[in-house]
């Protein structure tokens, strides 16, 4: 799947409608830019709060019907006018690349699922309603989809974190299978570590399972869409499990025979469902 936060969102996707390409493009360029604000480069932390502060300012002027001033804002003005998206998302993603500028662990699931809330439920959320499909059970399975690829995604880059000293791995689950951050810093693949991580895959998959229905119930090219994403998820989990949650040394990617894997059972998701 991911190796950031962005990858894969359906920017260009040959299954997204060619009309809503233009709207999503733009909120790509917005969480993306975003993400890189807190994340790229040499600026200092206060330079990068001040940078998404900025941003938080041109959303209150699209808030109060004044014309951001900047390019990128006045696009995606004009996309939230048109159809009618909800800021608060918008925002969730400033407040989630804010607490990751100052915020390099956390203590237990409840807060790394909060971090999860802000960081990628909202850009299912805006997808939901570019559709016109964002109701009570869609979103609720949504959240559950975006925060186990979010999941999924930390337990992957699980090294890649570690170059930029964060760990997102529970630290009151680490001290319970009595795991330290020197098995990360040395690479260390034990029993204690693999307990961990297969607890970790476990939990992830059913949460991605849980929202799973919503990919059949979806209408169209988005649910194909969907069905794609939520194979691939699930194909990661295996993966990890195959190198036997040696991230390290065999972090998972996606190939053409895996594509190939991922429409068959696409195709097929009912019984995969049913199965699972």
């Known amino acids: ?19 809503l390409r233009p709207a999503v493009e733009v909120i ?11 994340d790229e480069g040499d600026a200092s932390t206060e330079e990068r709060l001040a940078a998404l502060s900025a941003y938080e300012s041109e959303l209150d002027r699209i808030a109060a019907a004044e014309t951001p001033d900047t390019a990128l804002f006045q696009a995606l003005a004009r996309v939230i006018a048109q159809y009618h998206l909800p ?19 956390y ?13 990628a439920n909202p850009v299912g959320t805006l997808m939901l309603h570019l559709y016109g499909a964002a109701n009570a059970d869609n979103l609720r399975d949504s959240d559950a989809i975006c925060s186990a690829l979010q999941l999924i995604n930390f337990w992957q880059d699980v090294a890649v974190d570690w170059q930029k000293a964060r760990i997102y791995l529970p630290l009151d689950d680490m001290h319970a299978y ?13 029993d204690a570590w693999r307990k961990l991580m297969q607890f970790e895959t476990s939990r992830a998959r059913t949460m991605l399972l849980s929202g799973a229905p919503l990919a059949l119930r979806l209408p169209g090219r988005i649910g194909w869409e969907l069905r794609l994403v939520v194979q691939g ?20 990617k996606l190939g053409k025979t895996d594509w190939l894997r991922l429409i068959w059972r696409a195709i097929h998701m009912k019984s995969v469902q049913q199965a699972n």
């Open 233 to 252: 998820g699930l194909r990661i989990l295996e993966c990890l499990e195959e190198a036997d949650y040696d991230m390290f040394r065999h972090r998972p």
């Open 107 to 119: 203590a237990d699931f409840d807060s790394l699922l909060d971090y999860c809330r802000r960081s």
């Open 87 to 105: 800021l608060q998302p918008l925002r969730d993603l400033l407040s989630a690349f804010k607490q990751d500028v100052v915020t390099t662990r």
């Open 28 to 38: 790509y360029a917005y969480a993306r830019s975003a993400d890189d604000l807190a």
């Open 178 to 190: 009595k795991v330290g951050q020197e098995h990360i810093a040395a690479q260390c693949i034990d």
């Open 1 to 19: 799947m991911s190796v950031d936060h962005y990858e894969n969102f359906p920017v260009a996707s040959i299954l997204l409608p060619a009309r």
